[in-house]
C-alpha cells in the first residue's frame, strides 16, 4: 500500500533544511503571506501547483522535490538495501540490475550535492535578508 505524497510536509522539511523560519518565508512570498498561513499551508496534503510553483522559485527547490518526496518510501528503500549481522558486517540486497557499490556511491552523491546546494541557497538567503536589514 502506497501513501500519497504530503506537499505541506516537504514544504516544512525543505524549509528547515534550509534554515528558513516560516515568517522568513512568508516575506519572501510576498504581500498576503505570513507566518499563520504558512503554517496552514504546511499542514496541506495537496497544494495548488501555481503555489508550489512560487515556493519553489522562493526556495530554489524543484516543484518535484515537494511533489515526490516520502520520507516512509525513502526509509524503506534504506532499510531494505542492507542487512545488519551479528559480527557488524554488511551485507546488500542484491534485488537490483543496478550495482549496489554503484547505488551507494550515487546516494552519497546525491546526499552531498543537496547539502553544497542547500548551503548555497541558505548563503543567498542570509544575503538578502541582510541587504533588507540595511535597506532600513
Do not use: C
Request: zero cysteines; proline letters at 2%; a negative charge.
Amino acid at each position: 500500500m502506497e501513501g500519497k505524497v504530503h506537499e505541506g510536509r516537504n514544504v516544512k522539511r525543505f524549509r528547515e533544511m534550509l534554515g528558513i523560519k516560516q515568517d522568513a518565508l512568508a516575506y519572501e512570498l510576498g504581500e498576503g503571506w505570513n507566518q499563520k498561513k504558512i503554517s496552514l499551508l504546511e499542514q496541506k496534503e495537496t497544494i495548488e501547483l501555481p503555489l508550489l510553483q512560487q515556493i519553489s522559485n522562493t526556495l530554489k527547490i524543484p516543484v518535484e522535490a515537494f511533489q515526490n518526496f516520502d520520507e516512509e518510501q525513502a526509509v524503506n528503500i534504506i532499510s531494505n538495501s542492507f542487512d545488519n549481522f551479528d559480527n557488524g558486517a554488511i551485507a546488500i540486497n542484491y534485488n537490483s540490475n543496478v550495482s549496489p557499490i554503484d547505488q551507494i556511491i550515487k546516494l552519497h552523491e546525491e546526499k552531498i550535492a543537496l547539502y553544497e546546494r542547500m548551503l548555497k541557497e541558505k548563503d543567498e538567503m542570509m544575503e538578502r535578508l541582510e541587504k533588507l536589514l540595511n535597506e532600513k
